[in-house]
Structure formats: C-alpha cells, structure tokens
C-alpha cells in the first residue's frame, strides 16, 4: 500500500513540474513576442533619429603653393591633389553630433592625425592641425577653417550641433584675411 501511495504522490508532483513547465515556457513565448513588438517599434523611432551629413578633409591652396611651406619636413603630409579625405557621408544622432565629433571621429576612423585643444577664451575647441599641417605652416596667416552648407561659422567646430543633411568642408588656407575672416 505504500508503494502505491508514493507513486500517486510520484504522479501528483510530476503532473505540478509539467504544469509548472508548460506555465514557464508560455510565459518566455510572450515575453519574446513582447520584446520583438518593442524592438521592432524602437528600431522605427531610432531609425527616425539617425541621420547622414558629408564631410571632406583638404588642402588644395596649400597644395597649390607649396613654396609657402615653411617646414619642408612636413612636405610628404601635403597630397598633390589636396585631398587628405574625400567627400565621406557619416551617420549622426540630430541635434546631439557637433562639427567637431564628426572631425574626430573621420580622422581617427581613417588614421590622420589630428590636434586640438580647449580654448577658455572662445569657450570652446580649437582644431590646432590636421595632418600634421598647422596653423602659421604656411604663413602667418594659414591654418584650418571649415565651412558648413557653403558657410564659415563664425564659432568653434564643438558649438554647432548637426541636424542631418549638412555639407562640412574643412580645408587648409594659406591666408585667412583672404577668405573674408
């Protein structure tokens, strides 16, 4: 009798495990399907957030005039045509990428050197060169400038956030005064 007892009992406790298993497996289909659902609602949103600017790297008016070098050292780091990156589009979160973290993120993304350093007095970064090609290596008037859409922001590369969309244009000049600064 207490065999039997014991396999009812054997029986009782097989039948709560399967009942406890089948429960456990309902419940982790709904929760993939769930988190699916929300996946595939936040990939949307995100995919909404995303969006693409250009950005170039050159030097064609230091190319163009390189008796105006002033270290003949640095000669190897000018390319004959100018282009130290070609025209690159990079994937940026609106309102959040500035000018300067697609800068940094291009030249360490494709090895160039590049320098720069927080100015108080601007109150943001200053770009101190790019390719080993520095303000005044041409000049006392030569160094980095860019240009957004066409235009020279009158602010440091850190201060203008990026909506999507935009052209950046960083380029070496021999002589500022005659970009209009």
Partial sequence: MQKKDSLQELLKKNKS??????????????????????????GEQQQEERSFVSIEIRCDDLS????????????EYVPENG?????????IRPDKTTVFDIT?????????????EYTPGYGGYYIKGINYLYEFSAGANSGW?????????????????????ETIVWYYTCDYVKEGM
Wanted: glycine share 6%; with cysteine.
């Fill in 17 to 42: 495990y399967r009942m406890l298993r089948i429960a456990i497996i309902v419940l982790a289909i709904f929760v993939v399907i769930w988190s699916f659902f929300m996946k595939g609602r936040g």
């Fill in 64 to 75: 163009n005039n390189m008796e105006l070098l002033t270290d003949k050292a640095i000669e």
């Fill in 83 to 91: 282009v130290i990156v070609s025209s690159i589009d990079y994937q």
């Fill in 104 to 116: 940094d993120q291009v030249c360490k993304d494709n090895d160039i050197q590049i320098e720069y």
């Fill in 145 to 165: 400038l860019y240009k957004v859409d066409g235009v020279n922001p009158s602010y440091s590369p850190d201060k203008l956030t990026l909506k999507g969309g």
